[in-house]
Structure formats: C-alpha cells, structure tokens
C-alpha cells in the first residue's frame, strides 16, 4: 500500500515537468497585443493609443491589431493618431469589426494590414464642422489632401480614399456616382486593395496571421482614460463650463458659500481633470485654477469685491489654457457664460417664487410705507414756522425751531447767525428756510 502512495505521489511531482516541453513547443513566444480603436476619434483616444504602442514596443512585441469600430472624429486627433502609427516599427493591423468611417478610414489606411469582418464597412470621410455642417473649402482642400497621402503611404490607389471625401468623383460600380460619398464593403475594400482578407472574428484573424500560438495581450483602456474620453468630449465640454459658470454667477450673489459654488467648483475639476489625464492641461493652468479658488474664498472675508474678480478671472484663463485649441476653448467658455446668464433670468423669472435656492439669492422683502415703514421722518410739520439761525447758513446750516435743532438750506442766499428765518418748503428731509425782515415779516 506504501508502495502505490508513493508512485501516485511521484506522478503528481512529475507530471507538471511532463506537460511543459509541449508548451514550449505550442507557443513561438511572440507577443501579440490587442488594442480597442473603438467610438468617436478624439484626443483622449489618441493619448490611449500612444500608451498602447509605447507598452507593446517596450515589451518587444511583434506586432499590434487595432479592432476599429468608429463613426469618425476629430480632424486634428486622426492626423496625431496617423504620427503614432508611421512613427513606430511595430507591425500594425487594423481588424474593421463593423464600421470605419470618415476620421476611422482615414486611420486605418495608415495600418500596415487591414482585415475587415463581411459585414465591415470604410469610408464617407467628409470633413464637417462642430455643427453638423460641411466644412468650408479650405478645410475640404486639406483633409481631401490628407486622405490622398494616406492612400498613397501604404501603396494604395488613392482615388478611392479621395472619393470617401469628395462627392465629385465618379465612382458608379462602387456605389459612388458623383454627388455620393464613397463607403467601400467588406469584398469591396478587398477588391480594389484597401483591406487584405476577410475575416469572420478575432479567432480566425489571429489564424490568418499565423498568431494562433502568440501570446496575445489586451490592452484595455483604464477608468481614468474612460473618464478623460468622456470629459473632452465636445459636446461634454460646454456643458461642464456652463454649469461651472452658472454656479460661479450664482455664488457671487448669494451670501456665503454653498450649492451652487460647491457644483460650479466641482464641474470645473472635472473639465481640468479630463484635460490633464489626455494631455492638455499643464501644471501652469492647474496652479492658476487653484489660485482662482482661493481668491474667490478670500473674497468671502475680504470686502470690496477685488479678489473675487481677480479669482474669476484667473479660473477664465487657467479655462483657456488648459484646452485643446484656445479659439475653441474661447467660444465654448462664451456660450456657456451666455448660456449661465440666460440660465439665471429664467430661472428667477419663472421659478424663482418657486424655488427655495433662489429666494435666499434674491431679497423680495419690501418695507413699504403701508405696512408702517418709512426712510426717514417727513417734517412737513414745520412748514411756515419761524426760526432762528444759530449757524450760518452758506445755504446750508443749522437752525432752532423751538427747542429743536434742525439742518436747514436757504433759497441759495447766505444768511448770518442769530437771524429770524421761516421754513418756505420741505422735501423730504431738505428743510428751506427764508430770512425775514422787515418787508416780509
């Protein structure tokens, strides 16, 4: 019995040295990684995949796919992209799982290898603004340009790319007569060269590539990059400025500091926080944020209002500096203090007897004489009563009327002291008197 423990207990020892000569043999020890290029091109998209390339060249990797799946983006983050990809060794593989249109297609055509799923489609890469509108000429001369040198940098016909942008090329058997942007398909792109094969998923991709015994490493965007995606976003940027503006405005009316400060602070991090994970945003615009705070927080004791706007101002340019393109930055910083101030009339228009917040900002109590206020005391009492001065008047002095003294002005005449005055009018507190003599007694 000894006997059978003891050779069950040296085939369990050994069994873990019998299986890795096999491992060994089934991997080739190439290191493959494997990299999301998904959702809207824009500047934080870029800052991931500058991340991803640095990690697979330190790791000696043999090359790198992007799995594409985009609508397109950011001009100016698809040419930082096209840098990334034309600046590193590494074998780069763009797999079209889905779409790749407009800033996609123009990334893809920088790959080395493109392989694209049946139902793949790339193209209709017309430039637009922000806006939804066609871009003026200029911009369509550049990037139709830019796609033509993209073509041409993998060896590709580039009039294909170039109809993806330009509407006035003919490209009937395609799809594409003129007034149509070109979107190749899957067995299309294949046909006049723009992808290599055609692939049903990752698996057979990774066999296609002779990477079936790679090690394949994903790299996956972290929560902070997710976060920064989302934060620069341009649609996402106005709005974090408008309801950082509009709860600075608000602060500035209220006493103390409490919600809307505490939401306009807030919104304002997350836009700086955004900027500084992708890149935009240095520690000189950090510093003067963080000063801008403190002056508004000063101005909670000091009075005078001075800190408070040297506070707002220097948040204004830490705004601008820490955006991508200060014009840009500029504009969306002026909708939303415009959209801020809109924000506020309405609000207190419409909502504000409603809305507790707003009743602490604004008084509406009224001290009317009805319900028993006055300013000051009304001395209609005293009209054509007689005085005498005990100061001259030079118009303005001091009279005695009784046993009462009283500030008084003459007609515009000087009048020495001891002389006998009447009280001629009163308005409000301003009593006028008149000398009398012997004419007018």
Do not use: C
């Not at 033509?148 to 580039?158: F, L, T």
């Not at 959209?339 to 109590?365: E, P, S, T």
């Amino acid at each position: 019995m000894r006997k059978f423990f003891r050779t069950i207990l040296l085939i369990t020892l050994l069994f873990p040295l019998a299986i890795i000569p096999y491992q060994v043999v089934k991997g080739n020890n190439d290191i493959v990684y494997y990299v999301p290029l998904e959702n809207e091109v824009e500047q934080g998209l870029s800052h991931f995949l500058e991340r991803a390339i640095k990690t697979a060249e330190k790791d000696g990797a043999k090359a790198i796919i992007f799995e594409i799946h985009t609508p397109g983006g950011r001009v100016d983050s698809a040419d930082d992209i096209a840098k990334l990809l034309n600046g590193t060794e590494l074998k780069t593989i763009g797999f079209i799982n889905q779409n790749a249109y407009s800033a996609g297609a123009y990334i893809s055509l920088y790959m080395d290898e493109i392989y694209m799923v049946p139902s793949g489609k790339m193209g209709s890469a017309a430039v637009i603004t922000q806006d939804g509108n066609a871009a003026d000429q200029k911009a369509q001369s550049a990037w139709l340009a830019s796609m033509k040198a993209a073509a041409e940098s993998g060896g590709k016909d580039p009039v294909y790319a170039m109809a993806m942008a330009d509407d006035s090329i003919d490209l009937p058997k395609y799809g594409a007569p003129k007034g149509k942007l070109l979107t190749l398909t899957a067995s299309q792109a294949v046909e006049v060269g723009y992808a290599n094969g055609i692939v049903n998923n990752r698996e057979e991709l990774l066999k296609t590539l002779q990477f079936e015994n790679a090690e394949i490493r994903d790299l996956e965007t972290t929560f902070a990059e997710d976060l920064a995606r989302f934060l620069t976003n341009p649609i996402v940027v106005p709005i974090l400025l408008s309801i950082g503006s509009l709860g600075l405005v608000l602060e500035l009316y209220s006493p103390g500091f409490g919600i809307p400060g505490y939401m306009g602070i807030v919104s304002l991090l997350l836009y700086f926080y955004g900027h500084y994970i992708a890149g935009f945003a240095g520690y000189e615009s950090v510093i003067l944020l963080v000063l801008g705070i403190i002056l508004l927080i000063l101005e909670l004791f000091i009075p005078g209002g001075i800190a408070g706007f040297l506070g707002l101002g220097a948040i204004v340019f830490s705004i601008l500096l820490a955006g991508e393109n200060v014009i840009h930055t500029g504009i969306s910083l002026l909708v939303a203090i415009t959209i801020a101030i809109f924000a506020m009339v309405i609000l207190m228009k419409i909502f504000g007897k409603k809305m507790r917040l707003l009743n602490k900002i604004v008084l509406r109590d009224a001290t009317t004489t009805e319900e028993g206020y006055v300013s000051n005391r009304t001395r209609t009492d005293l009209l054509g009563k007689v005085a005498t001065t005990i100061t001259p008047l030079r118009p303005s002095g001091t009279i005695q009327i009784d046993d009462e003294r009283v500030d008084a002005v003459s007609e515009g005449n000087f009048i020495n002291v001891n002389k006998k005055v009447k009280v001629v009018k009163v308005e409000g507190v301003r009593i006028v008197v008149r000398e009398m003599n012997e004419e007018n007694d």
